[in-house]
């Protein structure tokens, strides 16, 4: 999760210049009060508070995984101050495509710290952007493979926000929730959850993303945004590229996510920058200030195919007992891009 992976990030879409195909701006740092639209207020302002010196007298009130750091607050404000003004763009017709990767922290809940996300940026997007749209659809393909629960449970009693989230689970896996059977309070099917076992690769989850058909999801509950949450860890290949979907008319507000291999983060979220500007990347990546992280062979594309290589292939019933039901549920040009970045960055593209 460090903010480097982001640096790396930027000076590769600076490499292939793709910069010049969007807007960029400089997102705000989230006030207090913005963050207090879904965090509690004693939550908002212990974090302001707490540093790595004081950190031993609240012991009880720290999460597991949820380290404190110098400025750790002010790194909250510019991850989530991204996402809310992303959001706004999409809000004020400013651009059709928002792009965020420094955001994306699904784990954080109401009054609680989670898994290494401190502001749930994502649910304060979606707050923001419902004040324009009648429902939101949020997915999540976090490839590292986590159940994006602090959405979810945020969401779990309305009909206006539907999501879709793609991760292991069992044997203990973090965060233990995102079972099938999970499927929303009010009205029925409004959270769709889709559970791995041990592993997949890219293969796998490109026949996943199929039977699924998210496409059949956006056409039936017919959002007037996207929020496409793209954690990023260990992955040979992008998710975009099978996340075909017909979203004429729906806006897209995408954000990074978890991912820890630092290297393969950057070329995973510059890919993605590709192709939702349509535009293929050469192989070989460009001279940039961190050319030697990604040595010896220099490549763009992540080295070994699999995410971990067990899943579907050991469980030869996955498609009847994952992919049907969720079925079930299922059934109830040129764009404007804004991408924001931890580094004060935003850039931006029109249909």
Known sequence: MKPHRLCMTHHLVLAYELHNKMEIFRPHKAYPVELAQFHSADYVEFLHRITPDTQHLFSNELARYCPVFDNLFEFCQIYAGGTLDAACRLNN?????????????????????SGFCYFNDLVLG???????????LYIDIDIDVHHGDGVEEAFYFTDRVMTVSFHKYGDMFFPGTGDVKGNGRK???????VPLKDGIDNTSFTRLFKTVNLAKVVETYQPGVIVLQCGADSLAGDRLGCFNLSIDGADLLVTGGRGYTKENVARCWTVETGVLLDTE???EIPENEYIK?????????????????KGLQRNQNWKTQTANPILERSRCKSWKIS?????????????
């Open 281 to 283: 990347l050469p192989n």
């Open 126 to 136: 979606i707050l923001e952007l419902l004040k324009h749209h009648a429902c939101v």
């Open 293 to 309: 992280y990604f040595a010896p062979d220099y490549s763009l594309k992540i080295p070994n195919g699999h995410l971990y290589s």
């Open 339 to 351: 991408i924001a970045s931890n580094m004060h960055r935003v850039y931006g593209c029109k249909r």
């Open 93 to 113: 017709q400013l651009c059709d495509i928002a792009i965020n990767w420094s955001g994306g922290l699904h784990h954080a809940k109401k009054c609680e710290a």
């Open 187 to 193: 009205g029925k099917f409004y959270a769709i959850n």
